[in-house]
C-alpha cells in the first residue's frame, strides 16, 4: 500500500495514526502543500480535487478520504478493533468520531485556513468566519470536557478513531493558539495525555 | 423508533429519505430551527450541542448524527443495502457520502447560513465566506458533472447513501438559488431525476 500525505497535515496523520494502531506497514509519498504539490496535474489524476490523503493498492486501486481509508483498513486487516464490535457501538463510534471531526477538526481547520500567515495569498481569507470558528472550538471544547469526566475517551471506555479523529485536530490547534487548558480542561486534558502517549501518535 | 427533524433541514432529511428506503416505520416530534425549539433546555437533555436530526429508540437510548443514525438503520433493519456489501464497495460509498456531504452538503449550508435572510440576526453572518463557498459549489458541480458521465449514481451502478445526501444537498442549494443547469450539467440533472422520482425523496 502506497500513502500519498503531508506530514503537517491533520488528515493524512488520520490515517497515519491508524495504521500505526493496526501495525499494518505501507510505503509514502510526501506531497507538500506548500509547495502546492496537491495542486500538480500529477497529483490530480490520483485526487481530482486535490485533497490528502490518497491510498492507493498494489493492484493500482485508489481511494480517498480519510475515513474511506480508515474503514477499508478496518475491514482488511487484522489488529485492534477501532470502529466498533457491533451496531450499537459501531453508531456510538460513529457518532463520536463525527462530532470530533465537525466540531472540533473541521472548525479548527477553517480558524488555520482564513487567519494564518501560511494561507495568505494562497486563498482569499475571511478572518471574521475565523474568529467564529474560533469561538465555536471554545464552546465545543467546553461541552466535550463535561463528556470525557463519564468515560476515558471519546467514545466509550477504550481508544478508538473517534481518539485519534479528536488528537489529531487538538494538535492541528497548536499553529492557531488553540490548546487545552489545565484549569479549564482537567478530562480532556487527562485524555489527551492518554492519547498521545501511545506510539501511534507520533506518526 | 422516534426521530426529532426539522421538516426543512437538510440533514434530518436524509435520515427521513433513508429510512423511507428501507420501509422502516417510525415515530416523528418537529423541533423547528425557525422557532429556536433546537436551543431550548429540553431539546438540549436530547442533543447538548442542538443539532438535528436525533433518534430515540424505544428503551430510551439516544443517537446524534444523521449517518450515525442511518448506519444503526442499515445493520439493525432489513430492507437494501445502502452502505455496500464488501469492503471495497463500503469503502468507495463511503468515499462518495464523504465527496457529498463535504463538497456539497456542506459548504451549500454555509452558503444559506452566511447569506441568507433566514439566518439574519440569528448567527453572526460572513458573507464573504457565503461568497467562496458558493463558487466552491459550482467547482465541484463541475467536477461532479464529469464523473457522473461515468455511472448512473453517486457511487457507482446503484443507489446508495450517496445519493441520498447528494440529493439532500442539491435541493437544499435551493433557497441560495444554487441550481443544477440541463446545460452545464446535463449528467446531474440526468442523475437527479432518477433519485429525485424515487418515492423516497418525498419523505
Known amino acids: 500500500m502506497l500513502l500519498y500525505h503531508d506530514p503537517r497535515a491533520p488528515n493524512p496523520r488520520r490515517v497515519r495514526v491508524f495504521l500505526a494502531e493496526k501495525g499494518v506497514a505501507y510505503d509514502t509519498i510526501e506531497v507538500l502543500i506548500a509547495d502546492k504539490a496537491h495542486q500538480t496535474p500529477e497529483f490530480r489524476k490520483k485526487n481530482p480535487i486535490a485533497l490528502l490523503p490518497v491510498l492507493e493498492l498494489a493492484d493500482g486501486r485508489v481511494l480517498r478520504e480519510s475515513m474511506a481509508i480508515c474503514r477499508y483498513i478496518e475491514e482488511t486487516q487484522p489488529g485492534p478493533n477501532l470502529f466498533g464490535e457491533d451496531p450499537w457501538e459501531r453508531a456510538q463510534i460513529e457518532m463520536w468520531n463525527r462530532h470530533a471531526e465537525l466540531e472540533l477538526l473541521w472548525p479548527i481547520s477553517q480558524v488555520f485556513r482564513n487567519t494564518s500567515k501560511f494561507y495568505e495569498g494562497r486563498i482569499k ?17 467546553a461541552w466535550l470536557e463535561g463528556e470525557l469526566g463519564k468515560r476515558s475517551f471519546m467514545a466509550g471506555d477504550r481508544y478508538t478513531v473517534a481518539d485519534i479523529t479528536a488528537l489529531c485536530a487538538i494538535d492541528f490547534g497548536k499553529p492557531s493558539q488553540i490548546r487545552l487548558s489545565a484549569e479549564l480542561h482537567p478530562n480532556l486534558t487527562a485524555w489527551y495525555s492518554r492519547v498521545a502517549e501511545r506510539p501511534s501518535a507520533k506518526a
Do not use: I, S
Open 125 to 141: 481569507q475571511c478572518p471574521d468566519f475565523g474568529q467564529q470558528m474560533r469561538e465555536h472550538v471554545t464552546e465545543r471544547l
